[in-house]
């Protein structure tokens, strides 16, 4: 083996453990909300991902990374997808978002946010509905620009009381999970700090696409339902603070994180999708090596 490496004193294991712990009060209120349904998504999309692990790197299924990528992809599924696909998604998380790439370490894109957009763009259908049923009511996502969509109020929005993904049930539920991960010291706090920021900023200051502009001006120069809808705050704690596919320097991390900002607001105000988050985290993941480099030469360059 040829180095140099990078070295934590924490183990895999012991981080993946505190990811789940995390991801714990999110998961309990999707099933809070949406009943067994949302607890048989996860654990279709869990044992589908654990299974593939066994087949494919038995010897890793005990670092907890492949539950922590099932769990991760089903709380980005709707909430009424069927079975099979969270156990595809699931599946194809593992098997082609990272050991397609090498295992555990070497994948450059977030496994969760790989399959999810592999699955929008194969079988939209699941992901791209006008509308959801919602409480025996349908209604159409906060982020939507279909005509008919209407913004739910702030708590309401706080509550999760909206169509959405399974990690939308509780918007404080992911806070509170997000606040877990960074007190255990699992997640760096610049990459959510930098996001949330950066998406805010972005929002305030951009004008809207003429879509949004028709049908949904209430978007346009208002942060709280882009912060409070969609996958902001999962992308934000879970899926930008993966560290192998986040920079490794502060500083990266702050530009990684703006890159994500910029495609979810650009995604949200210019085209046709009510979100774009988990595209948002591939194409930052796809500039982390960019980012580390030119970061690296720079300092390089000043050495010298």
């Not at 696409?209 to 912060?227: K, S, Y």
């Not at 030469?297 to 010298?304: D, Q």
């Amino acid at each position: 083996m040829r180095g140099p490496f990078l070295h934590s004193s924490q183990r895999t294991a012991a981080i993946m453990r505190q990811v789940l712990l995390a991801l714990a009060p999110i998961t309990v209120a999707a099933i809070w909300r949406h009943g067994a349904g949302a607890a048989l998504l996860v654990l279709a999309a869990l044992s589908a991902a654990v299974t593939v692990e066994a087949v494919l790197a038995r010897a890793s299924v005990s670092d907890g990374s492949a539950a922590v990528t099932g769990v991760l992809f089903a709380l980005l599924l709707p909430a009424g997808a069927p079975l099979w696909l969270a156990a595809l998604g699931g599946a194809l998380a593992v098997g082609l978002g990272k050991h397609a790439f090498g295992g555990l370490g070497k994948n450059p894109f977030n496994p969760a946010a790989l399959a999810r957009v592999v699955l929008m763009g194969l079988l939209p259908v699941y992901f791209f509905a006008p509308a959801w049923r919602w409480d025996g009511v349908t209604q159409a996502s906060p982020l939507s620009k279909a005509a008919g969509a209407l913004l739910p109020s702030a708590s309401a929005l706080l509550a999760g009381d909206a169509p959405g993904a399974l990690a939308q049930a509780a918007p404080w539920a992911v806070l509170l999970g997000g606040l877990v991960l960074l007190l255990l010291r699992s997640a760096d706090w610049r990459i959510p700090l930098a996001y949330l920021a950066g998406v805010t900023l972005l929002v305030l200051v951009l004008p809207a696409g003429e879509r949004m502009a028709g049908h949904a001006p209430w978007l346009v120069g208002n942060p709280l339902p882009h912060l409070l809808s969609g996958g902001t705050l999962l992308t934000a704690f879970f899926l930008l603070t993966d560290p192998v596919t986040a920079p490794f320097s502060p500083p990266g991390k702050l530009v990684f994180a703006g890159v994500a900002a910029l495609v979810t607001v650009a995604t949200r105000l210019y085209t046709p999708y009510p979100d774009g988050a988990a595209l948002a985290v591939l194409t930052a993941n796809a500039c982390a090596p960019l980012i580390d480099r030119a970061l690296v030469w720079r300092k390089l360059r000043r050495a010298g």
